[in-house]
């Protein structure tokens, strides 16, 4: 069959079309001058396996710092971004009041120790026979049975009147109920000491409460009272969150959870700064969420100069696979050309091509090869574009 003439002119024309992978050019290239070549055997290395995700930095601990007692504030020591550390005062609320309280509270428990009789002694330690109170009633008893003891021999014998002999019984009951009330009354006084004692302590508490204190190191990130306020009871005064360390919960793809374990290193980086900080993972959630089936994964940073702030946007890295074997490349081994990907290798002594698919950047000097190259082919480390499979290589 006999092409017609525009076919023919179509056929010729498609046939003298050049570019970087035509057939014209690959004919060419081997009958040009050989290329000098760099080469480095490719080898299995270790390329950790990681997982990326986004997330944002939270503060272990936030607390809002209210007052314990009311009273009105006459000193605040700190402000928004004041650096404490647990302890650290950072009010202090009008004293008068509870000291006058305390010292109340004082001389009710010195009254009652009075009672007792051990105001000298460095305890509160009572033996209730001891005291002035039953001591008087014992003597008082000890005196009724001994007047009963002889009236009841008098009695018998006919000396003493039935009524003198009745009259000395009622008293020595009557002593004895005066004995046994003394021994209630140091017991009262007793229970009533410990009493005051508590009202004592709450007292000095509530004095100590009036000096509002810091629960643990951090930041102010808020204030909220001002001097000369009056603060209810539970009343805010700062917020304060924990600087060190920082909280980081990232959604980590449903596909790839199940790699995901506590204790797994975390690298993070924020967008305006080049500094990455490294922590690990604690906690993973229970659940897969629903909404954007990702599984919430929760690590602990390390913030012990305060340079990360809560609330911040970062990127993180997790190794899930340390020691993972793969492949690397130098960077200048790569060639780009319309978005595809190529390598070049040497194979007896010409140039051969290899469709690659690259992963992550390990360092300046590595780069990480998915796919298209295997253990053992000698890789050209100083490709250029002006490469082309079928040239004769030159390994220097």
């Not at 009724?144 to 000395?168: H, Q």
């Not at 951090?218 to 360390?245: C, D, F, M, W």
């Not at 780009?336 to 140039?351: D, I, K, S």
Request: aromatic share 4%; charged share 25%.
């Amino acid at each position: 069959m006999r092409l017609t003439t525009p076919f023919a002119g179509v056929l010729l024309l498609l046939c003298s079309c050049s570019g970087p992978y035509s057939g014209g050019k690959i004919a060419a290239a081997k009958e040009t001058k050989s290329v000098n070549v760099k080469t480095m055997p490719v080898e299995l290395s270790n390329v950790p396996e990681i997982i990326t995700a986004n997330g944002e930095l939270l503060a272990e601990e936030q607390a809002i710092v209210s007052a314990k007692v009311p009273g009105r504030v006459t000193r605040l020591h700190v402000d928004l971004g004041s650096i404490v550390k647990a302890g650290d005062i950072i009010a202090e609320l009008e004293k008068d009041d509870y000291e006058f309280r305390a010292r109340q509270s004082e001389a009710l428990v010195e009254q009652t120790r009075a009672q007792l009789g051990i105001g000298g002694q460095p305890n509160d330690n009572v033996v209730p026979e001891n005291t002035a109170i039953v001591r008087q009633a014992a003597a008082s008893l000890k005196e009724a049975r001994f007047i009963f003891s002889n009236t009841t021999k008098l009695s018998n014998e006919g000396v003493l009147s039935k009524v003198d002999f009745e009259k000395s019984q009622v008293n020595a009951q009557a002593a004895e109920a005066r004995y046994q009330g003394a021994l209630e009354q140091v017991m009262q006084w007793r229970a009533q000491l410990s009493e005051r004692r508590a009202q004592l302590a709450l007292a000095r508490q509530q004095l100590s409460d009036s000096v509002i204190r810091a629960p643990f190191a951090g930041a102010i990130t808020k204030r909220i009272a001002s001097q000369g306020e009056y603060l209810p009871v539970n009343a805010p005064v700062v917020q304060l969150v924990r600087q060190h360390p920082l909280r980081v919960r990232v959604d980590v793809p449903e596909r790839q959870a199940a790699k995901v374990r506590p204790g797994q290193r975390i690298d993070i980086s924020l967008e305006a700064s080049p500094v990455r900080s490294a922590g690990r993972v604690l906690r993973l959630s229970p659940a897969i969420e629903a909404q954007n089936r990702s599984l919430v994964v929760e690590g602990e940073i390390p913030n012990p100069g305060g340079v990360l702030r809560p609330g911040s946007f970062v990127e993180s890295v997790i190794t899930v696979d340390a020691g993972a074997q793969g492949i690397a490349a130098p960077p200048e081994a790569l060639v780009t050309f319309a978005g595809v990907e190529r390598m070049f290798v040497v194979v007896n002594g010409t140039l051969d091509e290899r469709f690659v698919k690259t992963g992550r950047r390990l360092s300046d000097t590595r780069l990480e090869v998915l796919s298209g190259l295997k253990p053992g082919e000698q890789l050209v480390v100083n490709a250029t574009d002006r490469m082309l499979k079928g040239m004769k290589a030159v390994v220097q």
